[in-house]
């Protein structure tokens, strides 16, 4: 029986580490992504959508208005958030949330890999001009 302490601790203490590892990685997210300069809210409504564009792979921005766009955020990367590809929210509510709502990236691609990817959406910035978009994309592209 004693033989099998050594083991037991060992995975107690790799299961506990992989935990406390998950727990803390959710809520990082690089500082070229923290806008407090803009109003963060926490939904927005995906219906009055125009149009999208990604600024890199875990960044893209949706024109509600011809003044009016939203600055989402994802938890992780994407390597195929493109214009090219389609894109949609996993809400059924038809309202996109931050923290709980994953955006969903459709490639147009057949065969393997033709699966869609798809990512949490850690925050929302409403943005309320052009001047606005143009400043978010610097910021970003400057990193």
């Known amino acids: ?49 125009q149009n999208w564009q990604s600024i890199d792979q875990q960044s893209l921005i949706v024109e509600t208005s011809r003044n009016s766009s939203y600055l989402l955020i994802l938890r992780r990367p994407m390597r195929d958030l493109r214009s090219e590809n389609s894109i949609e929210f996993s809400s059924n509510s038809g309202t996109v949330h931050a923290k709980f709502d994953q955006l969903v990236v459709r490639t147009h691609s057949v065969g393997f890999g033709a699966d869609p990817a798809s990512a949490q959406i850690h925050s929302i910035y409403k943005l309320k001009s052009k001047d606005d978009v143009k400043a978010v994309k610097k910021q970003i592209a400057s990193d």
């Open 1 to 49: 029986m004693k033989l099998h302490q050594p083991a037991l601790r060992l995975s107690y203490l790799l299961a506990l580490n992989f935990l406390s590892g998950c727990a803390s990685t959710p809520n990082a997210v690089d500082s070229k992504y923290v806008f407090s300069q803009y109003e963060q809210v926490d939904q927005f409504n995906p219906r009055r959508m």
